[in-house]
Structures are given as C-alpha cells and as structure tokens.
C-alpha cells in the first residue's frame, strides 16, 4: 500500500516502479470522480457514477473504500484476492484510510508512506500540475496535514525529495518485502516439499 498527501509524487514514483519491474500489478481504485485531462478508464481508475458505487459498496465489492475531496474511491474486494491467491505482488495508490481498513484485513499488507520534502515543496508541486482551482488546492493542502499525521501507522517512510533515490528507496522496500517469510513459501511450494517443511 502505497500512501501519501496530493502531491507528493505517489503517483509518479508508482508509476516508474512499476515500469521497472514488470511482474507488479497495480490495483485500480473505483472513484466517483470525473477523469483527469489524460486519465483512462479502466487503466488509470474505474470511473463510475456514484450510485452505481453505493451499490457496489452496499454490496461488499471494496475491501476498503473511503470519501476523499468529495469523492468515493474504493479498491476491488473480489480482484485483490485473486492476485493474492495466484502469490502476484499488488501495489495499491490509496488515503491512509484505507491503509488502516486493509491492515485490519490483511495485517501482513506492507504499508509505504511518500513524504514530501516539506510543505512548501507540496504546494508548489500542486500548483505546477495546474489540474485544481485554489480552493482545492487549499483543501489538499489542509487534508495533508492531517495525512501526515497517520505516518507513524506506517511500514516504511519514503521521502521523494530527489526522485531517483524515492524510487531506489521504494525498490529496496519491495525487494525486502518479497523475502518476508510469508511470500517466500508461498511462492515456492515445490522447494518447502523437498525441503521438508
């Protein structure tokens, strides 16, 4: 799980490690919230209206959801258990709310907070991007104080300050979760027979 305040460059750094290691997958967020300039449905999120994600909440589809900046966004019960199950590796972009709503599930979900180099930096990242009005970037603003004060509930800290040491620093975090024990079995089943465990 992969959390950090609007900004921060979450998105980016994933989206580069992901590029660098081809047997990740990236777990896509159902939201209520309309498409980005450039953004996809079905390769950046799920975009549907809000009814239609009430029924899928009422309905127990999302291992988590949460309503962040006036919109839903949840993440797939049914498709994360499956690529459990099949021992893939998922990164999830999500709020630390649903951080906390996946480790009550699945406590051995591995949980990565993306810290800005300061709150300063953050601000002129949001306004750079030039996709939100001042009130939201005030609102993003606001909301990552409040995020930040949840890293502590986290794994590991990332702090994208120089974006090619975060993305090291996030592979590293990657390479050391793949060896936990838990992963390592299941992922060679044959190995542990002929060893005998």
Known sequence: MIVAPSGAGKSSLVH?????DSSLMLSLSTTTRLPRPGEVDGTDYRFVRPEEFIRQRDSGD???????HGHFY?????WIEAQMRAGHDVILEIDWQGA?????????????FIFPPS???LEERLRKRGQDNE???ERRLAAAHIEL???SEADYIVIND????ALQDLQAVLVASRLRSGPVMARNPALLKRLGV
């Open 100 to 112: 906390q709503q996946i480790r009550k599930l699945i406590p051995a979900a591995q949980w990565i």
């Open 62 to 68: 999302f291992l988590e959801w949460a309503e962040v």
């Open 119 to 121: 709150i300063e930096a």
């Open 16 to 20: 580069a490690l992901l590029q660098a």
């Open 162 to 165: 120089a974006f090619e040491q």
């Open 149 to 151: 004060q949840h890293a």
């Open 135 to 137: 009130a939201t970037i």
């Open 74 to 78: 949840g993440t797939s019960r049914s």
